[in-house]
Nanobody, 114 residues
Framework: VQLQASGGGFVQPGGSLRLSCAAS????????MGWTRQAPGKQRESVAS???????VYADSVKGRFTISRDNAKNTVYLQMSSLKPEDTAVYYC?????????WGQGTVVTVSS
């Protein structure tokens, strides 16, 4: 499975960004897709995931601000990020797999700063 992420950038606090991640290759094996992130000097943490049936899981830190969605026909997962905070600054990684993420895309940088 190959994953191509896009959509990172620079935004002011309170702003919004949308990340996209398109899967190709052995996509029949994919059940869950989603995002993790790693802030400077911190460990990687889960952000959100979505199953092929649409079940979602969010980190407490992003609940109510981020929305994950998925277009199964396009094999693409999206992360709509709103009310962004400086602590959301990180490299965001797209992941995919059966029960957990076993394939990873390249990171996309999100910077939230005034």
């Amino acid at each position: 499975v190959q994953l191509q992420a896009s959509g990172g950038g620079f935004v002011q606090p309170g702003g919004s960004l949308r990340l996209s991640c398109a899967a190709s290759g052995s996509i029949f094996s994919i059940n869950v897709m989603g995002w993790t992130r790693q802030a400077p000097g911190k460990q990687r943490e889960s952000v959100a995931s979505i199953s092929v049936s649409g079940n979602t899981v969010y980190a407490d830190s992003v609940k109510g601000r981020f929305t994950i969605s998925r277009d199964n026909a396009k094999n693409t997962v999206y992360l709509q990020m709103s009310s962004l905070k400086p602590e959301d600054t990180a490299v965001y990684y797209c992941g995919a797999g059966v029960m957990s993420f076993t394939s990873w895309g390249q990171g996309t940088v999100v910077t939230v700063s005034s």
